[in-house]
């Protein structure tokens, strides 16, 4: 009885982070590419500073839904504590300014464009580092098993190890064309990073959904 009681709510997690989880990609892919040189606020091209800011909590509000889907079935979970939270809160913050050290040492402008920089910093912490710390806290352990040794065992650690990795992954990417010689108004710093940072959060989730997907359809065959 215990087993099939483990079952049933270990898919009904399943289930429910692959449903939020094509829920952000989706909503991720119409923010991303329809607003994209309109001139709107979303306009990363015309609006960039202004743009990463939403994105920033874009991002930070679909990862506290998606994690949600696992400490509604499972309220023990040690990110629910408030204590911990905090905790994670203050970590994440020594992370943006190592994340904006290491911009300028990979050729970020030194005195110009610091908002910039600084805001580019705080979006490569939160699509690249908020999803492990939601989902491992500050456990060691959990995140070497996580992103070293490429073993999520449940939902929403698949959605943190896909997007984490896709997101710094992307932004790397997305630093190539700027010292390019095609005078385009998206290789203006940090433009393209930013780009390359929400292109490799998007495909993440994707990437996560399709994992996710399989490993439910899996699980439902098993049963069978």
């Known amino acids: 009885m215990t087993d099939e009681k483990t079952y049933y709510t270990a898919r009904k997690v399943l289930k429910r982070t692959l449903a939020w989880t094509l829920f952000c990609s989706l909503a991720s892919l119409i923010l991303l590419f329809i607003p994209f040189n309109s001139g709107t606020i979303l306009d990363l091209v015309s609006n960039c500073l202004v743009a990463t800011k939403i994105w920033i909590l874009v991002i930070l509000i679909q990862i506290c839904f998606i994690c949600k889907s696992v400490t509604q079935s499972l309220p023990s979970k040690q ?4 204590g911990s939270l905090l905790k994670y809160v203050a970590v994440f913050l020594a992370i943006v300014p190592v994340f904006y050290v290491i911009t300028i ?4 402008p030194l005195t110009e464009s610091r908002a910039e920089t600084f805001h580019f910093a705080l979006l490569l912490s939160v699509a690249g580092t908020f999803p492990g710390l939601m989902t ?12 070293v040794l490429s073993s999520p065992e449940n939902g929403v650690e698949v959605v943190a190890y896909w997007v984490s990795l ?3 992954f992307g932004a790397w ?5 700027i010292p390019l010689d095609w005078d385009r108004p998206w290789q203006v710093w940090p433009v393209s990073c930013v780009l390359g940072t929400l292109c490799g959060y998007t495909i993440g989730l994707m990437l996560s959904s399709v994992h996710l997907f399989i490993s439910y359809y899996k699980m439902v065959r098993q049963k069978r």
């Open 105 to 108: 040492l990979f050729g970020a």
């Open 136 to 147: 491992c806290g500050v456990n060691l352990n959990e995140w070497s098993r996580i992103f």
């Open 166 to 168: 896709c997101s710094i």
């Open 173 to 177: 990417l997305g630093a190539f064309p």
């Open 79 to 82: 990110h629910s504590k408030v």
